[in-house]
């Protein structure tokens, strides 16, 4: 009997799985969070307290979910609550210039392995290197007319603001 109960559900999931189709499957797969790793053993001048890592997995998670709603929105509302400054003024520009041309970006995220680098001493700024596996789609309307699979490196910045950390910069680096 409890064969027979596990067939019926593999049967139902697949034909939800096939009901669903490819964008279904790519929706499903994007609300998911982004898998971060954080090494913070080569940080300095100071150690990073277990709190702050726990801190900065958080809220650089959410800085990248921020960044994928906001571009498959339109909308500049999601990077605020995650974003300051340079990183905040560059992300708000793309959004302002897909939002001119008529073009959205979907991103399916497959994680980041981010090492701290540098954690000041008053533990108000964190320097970090991300080697992120993205996937980007470019679509206009419903329509993809572009897409691309990259690992691509990042220097992210993050300082602490209000309850959170929020990117002051991210800049993607060549050759590393």
Do not use: C
């Not at 790519?26 to 940080?43: E, G, M, W």
């Not at 800085?63 to 498959?72: K, S």
């Amino acid at each position: 009997m409890k064969s027979l109960r596990s067939i019926v559900l593999l049967a139902v999931a697949v034909s939800a799985a096939a009901s669903l189709g490819t964008a279904g499957l790519l929706r499903i797969f994007a609300d998911t969070k982004p898998s971060v790793q954080l090494n913070v053993d080569s940080a300095g001048p100071r150690q990073v307290e277990d709190n702050t890592q726990r801190s900065i997995v958080r809220d650089y998670t959410a800085a990248w979910q921020g960044i994928r709603t906001a571009f498959e929105q339109n909308s500049t509302a999601p990077l605020n609550e995650n974003f300051t400054g340079f990183a905040l003024d560059r992300l708000s520009q793309r959004v302002k210039d897909q939002q001119s041309n008529g073009l959205k970006t979907r991103i399916v995220d497959h994680g980041h392995k981010v090492e701290a680098i540098f954690y000041s001493i008053d533990g108000s700024a964190i320097q970090l290197r991300d080697t992120a596996s993205i996937e980007t789609q470019i679509l206009d309307g419903t329509t993809i007319i572009h897409s691309d699979q990259a690992q691509i490196h990042y220097v992210a910045i993050m300082t602490g603001a209000e309850d959170r950390w929020k990117v002051r910069v991210l800049q993607s680096v060549e050759g590393e």
